[in-house]
């Protein structure tokens, strides 16, 4: 015996397999590019290691040694402070890149509860006018609410990206001014 699948679960299931691919792709370009910055980094990292050794060998007195230790701890904190950057600025991105999924299915779902909601009024029996507007009334009030958080947290997220900004600026400038006074008491 064979069941016909109506053709509104068929759509249904096809477009959750299309949201599960995208969230897929999302995070898999995410990790793909997070593994390529890591191996880039630890690429840098190795020569620059090799390269302050070959400056460490060659320091013939104490003065110096103070000196090549300041202009080492510049670059250094400079490439972590720009591999912490990008690290962040991948991490935005996939959230953004969710968010708009999570988004999308959001308003289908919306779309699909109002659609339910007018289709159960026209067959809905006399004097349930009032229930179904209060469901609708409640919904809206849901919506309203999912808006106005979604607004803050974005409004959040771009104060916080804002003081990581600031900060790494103000740490980078402080290690940068620190140097040539280090150089100076030597």
């Known amino acids: 015996m064979t069941y016909a699948i109506p053709e509104q679960v068929s ?5 959750n397999v ?12 995410s990790a793909e590019r997070l593994a390529a910055l890591n191996l880039n980094t630890a690429r840098s ?8 050794a070959k400056s460490l060998l ?10 090549l230790q300041s202009s080492l701890a510049q670059p250094s904190l400079e490439k972590a ?10 991490a935005t991105q996939t959230q953004e890149e969710l968010g708009k ?16 909601l007018d289709k159960a009024a026209k067959s809905a029996p006399a004097g349930s006018d009032v229930a ?10 849901a919506n309203s609410a999912y808006d106005s958080i979604n607004k803050a ?3 959040v997220a771009e104060i916080a990206e804002a003081n990581v900004a600031a900060a790494t600026s103000a740490t980078v400038k402080a290690v940068g001014s620190a140097a040539p006074k280090a150089k100076k008491a030597a």
Do not use: G, M, P
């Open 101 to 116: 999924v999570f988004e999308a299915q959001y308003a289908e779902v919306n779309k699909n509860v109002s659609t339910v």
């Open 11 to 15: 759509a249904a299931n096809k477009a």
């Open 45 to 52: 990292l190795l020569e620059d290691a090799v390269s302050n």
């Open 132 to 141: 179904v507007a209060a469901v609708k009334s409640a919904l809206a009030a």
């Open 81 to 90: 402070v720009s591999y912490s950057r990008s690290v962040y600025e991948i």
């Open 153 to 155: 947290a974005k409004q």
């Open 18 to 29: 299309e949201t599960l691919l995208t969230i897929a792709n999302t995070a898999f370009a």
């Open 58 to 67: 060659s320091v013939k007195d104490v003065q110096e040694l103070v000196s």
